[in-house]
């Protein structure tokens, strides 16, 4: 029954996670009153995450939605960004972590706002220094914290105007190069409990499946508000669980 839980779990935050990123707020608080330990579950994630992040970017890419030469440089920066952010994490508080997270989401709430991108362009990705600094930045929260790492880029994504299924792909492009080397991380000590993390793996892929399709006719005026929505709930939860 365990196993069919995760499933159904995997399903359901990935596809929330592949149309506005925040699917760490239900795989990961529902692991772990699972009775799930806390790394046991966060490497679950990870492995689930660098697979399943990688399938909808190669259907996207098969699709002919992205290109090769435009995101392959999105990987070593994302790599980058998350070695960085992992080297802060262990020089800095919890307590302060959790403060950058709120603060950053609370900044990129706000933003949605008053930003003019709305995913409507039609332009490829560049790299100059506005989208590698963002890419780097956002990399080093993911090292950092995490949650809300997907939403971040989407909303850079979307001041830089591009598509939002282009958006999406590079968005699943970054996740599989953060999480690649966080979940190696996690194979080598011995923290998968690997029953669980296939469980939740085999959820995600199907739930990557789903969220890419309806990713591909999903109306872009209606990609803001849902992102609002997600943000909205990150940081409550954030807030919640770590502030109160």
């Known amino acids: 029954m365990e196993y069919i839980i995760l499933f159904i779990v995997g399903i359901c935050a990935t596809t929330l996670g592949t149309l506005a990123g925040g699917g760490g707020l239900i795989n990961l608080p529902i692991m772990l009153i699972m009775g799930i330990p806390v790394h046991s579950a966060i490497g679950a994630n990870k492995v689930s995450n660098t697979v399943s992040s990688f399938s909808s970017f190669f259907y996207l890419l098969k699709k002919k939605e992205i290109s090769l030469k435009e995101s392959f440089w999105i990987i070593p920066v994302s790599i980058c960004g998350g070695i960085s952010g992992g080297f802060i994490a262990s020089r800095i508080s919890g307590e302060s972590m959790y403060i950058i997270a ?13 930003g003019k991108g709305d995913f409507s362009g039609k332009e490829p990705l560049k790299f100059n220094k506005i989208s590698a600094t963002g890419l780097y930045s956002i990399g080093i929260y993911d090292g950092l914290f995490g949650p809300g790492q997907g939403t971040l880029l989407l909303y850079l994504f979307g001041y830089l105007n591009l598509a939002y299924i282009r958006a999406v792909a590079l968005v699943r492009l970054a996740t599989f190069s953060s999480c690649f080397g966080a979940a190696a991380t996690y194979i080598a000590t011995g923290k998968i409990i690997w029953p669980i993390a296939l469980s939740l793996l085999l959820g995600s892929l199907t739930g990557e499946q789903i969220g890419v399709r309806i990713a591909q006719n999903l109306k872009p ?21 770590n502030v109160l």
């Open 102 to 114: 709120i603060v950053l989401l609370i900044f990129a709430f706000v933003v949605s706002f008053i």
């Open 221 to 241: 005026q209606y990609i803001k508000p849902i992102l609002r929505i997600v943000t909205a709930a990150l940081i409550v939860q954030i807030f919640a669980e």
